[in-house]
């Protein structure tokens, strides 16, 4: 069962995910950009009991993914890897705070919103296709739904993942309302992107409001084919 009855998921951002989940008979989900896996784990809260495939670029974050996954028969954690425009290495930009490291620099607007984006470091990493990771992962006969937090490099990967996105059910994408991340495709050329090969949004909720700018900077959204 995906909820019990003292769970309300309809009054939590991440409840109603988990609902559209269900609705859609979602059996598979690619985590990409897992992070220290809160995905996942929010995912299992509100009852997804599907397999979860967490792929995540830094190599310091690997070994707690792992850890957190060790008794979850159907979470995979994936060596670290990127999702981009090819099959090669490629380096990201580590910023102090991990979940806004980017293969793209940071804009100075960001930086003022959210200081700990500032660069620490750099670390070179493997890069696939989406089309050749889910061919990798022989996904056919799958209900797929396709998470991306990659901060500002979401249209690089769905531009070369064409065959991954005709196969897959569902996605859910965190986007920019201006550049924040240099060369970046803001939200509205990639919701149009998604209109266009079926896709139709289904959420959308604000992310991040910075008191700095007096703006918000993000959306999250989710979109399935009707």
Avoid at 68 to 74: A, E, F
Wanted: glycine content about 6%; charged content about 25%; proline content about 4%.
């Amino acid at each position: 069962m995906f909820f019990s009855k003292k769970h309300k998921p309809h009054k939590n951002a991440e409840g109603k995910v988990a609902l559209t989940l269900k609705e859609h008979n979602i059996d598979t989900i690619i985590d990409i950009g897992a992070n220290i896996g809160q995905t996942a784990e929010t995912l299992r809260h509100w009852g997804f009991e599907g397999h979860i495939i967490s792929v995540e670029p830094l190599s310091s974050l690997q070994q707690g993914l792992i850890e957190k996954s060790k008794d979850d028969p159907k979470w995979t954690v994936l060596p670290p890897l990127a999702l981009g425009d090819s099959n090669k290495d490629i380096e990201i930009n580590i910023s102090d705070a991990k979940d806004m490291s980017s293969i793209l620099e940071a804009s100075d607007e960001l930086i003022q919103a959210l200081p700990k984006t500032n660069v620490i470091g750099t670390e070179t990493i493997p890069m696939k296709t989406l089309d050749t990771l889910y061919e990798d992962l022989h996904l056919d006969g799958k209900k797929v739904f396709i998470k991306m937090d990659t901060q500002g490099y979401e249209m690089n990967i769905l531009k070369h993942g064409e065959q991954a996105l005709k196969k897959a059910v569902g996605l859910r994408l965190e986007m920019s309302l201006f550049e924040i991340y240099k060369g970046e495709t803001l939200a509205t050329d990639i919701m149009m992107f998604l209109k266009e090969r079926g896709f139709n949004p289904h959420l959308l909720w604000e992310v991040y409001f910075s008191r700095k700018l007096n703006r918000q900077l993000q959306v999250d959204g989710v979109f399935y084919k009707d």
